[in-house]
């Protein structure tokens, strides 16, 4: 079964340092998601993107974070710079359709020092 | 903004014993959900799915009911098994949004 792909599976970086976040949808799929899953919650929407163009990104702190997804197809988020507030669980996930089920990859476990 | 939360944080049921997790919605327009299954350290997973204009569906030993009265939905899971444990998850959008919110989660803890 194809799945979304997601590296690194874990990061450590210091306050104040630049990371980035890369993810690989499954093929086919135009809409892709960014979310934000702190400990003990559920998934809350960072950016959406239908193709290469961004059609939601209210939640996406845009001072230190930023996603693009040039080509319409794998993506990037990054943060600069990051915050310990920032440590969290971050997945990625596609849709064929905007209302067809996500498919969630395995997420990056960012730990900020 | 929209809502989706659950009832119980955590629920522990014996190996064998049917599994009912509970979801409150407020968005009236909401007319697609979802439930997921998230295991320690792996992304969510999905179980089943349900359309406003369905009150059931199952799957292999799910079952979703959602009642748009109240803004209620219930996964159930028959004769559970230890590889159910994990946190479940309740998802909602409305088609016109195509924007997903998920609850809290509930903590589904099978003793053997």
């Known amino acids: 079964e194809a799945e979304v792909a997601q590296s690194p599976r874990y990061k450590i970086t210091e306050k104040s340092q630049a990371v980035a976040f890369w993810c690989d949808p499954i093929?086919?799929?135009?809409?892709l998601y960014w979310y934000r899953q702190i400990l003990g919650q559920g998934p809350e929407l960072l950016v959406q993107f239908q193709d290469e163009s961004v059609v939601d990104d209210s939640q996406l702190p845009k001072d230190r974070f930023s996603a693009e997804r040039l080509k319409g197809v794998d993506s990037t988020l990054k943060i600069q710079p990051a915050e310990l507030g920032d440590s969290a669980m971050y997945l990625c996930a596609s849709s064929f359709l905007g209302d067809s089920p996500l498919h969630f990859g395995n997420g990056t476990r960012l730990t900020v020092t | 903004g929209e809502s989706v939360g659950l009832h119980l944080p955590t629920l522990s049921v014996q190996e064998g014993d049917n599994s009912i997790i509970n979801c409150a919605y407020s968005?009236?327009?909401?007319?697609?959900f979802i439930w997921y299954k998230q295991e320690s350290g792996k992304g969510p997973q999905f179980i089943i799915d349900?359309?406003?204009?369905?009150d059931k569906r199952q799957g292999q030993r799910v079952t979703v009911l959602l009642n748009k009265t109240v803004k209620h939905l219930s996964l159930q899971i028959a004769a559970t098994q230890p590889g159910d444990s994990a946190v479940y998850f309740c998802a909602e959008t409305a088609y016109n949004f195509n924007k997903f919110y998920f609850g809290s989660g509930t903590k589904l803890n099978v003793k053997p």
């Open positions: 093929s086919g799929h135009a809409t």
């Open positions: 968005n009236s327009a909401s007319d697609y």
């Open positions: 349900i359309r406003s204009n369905m």
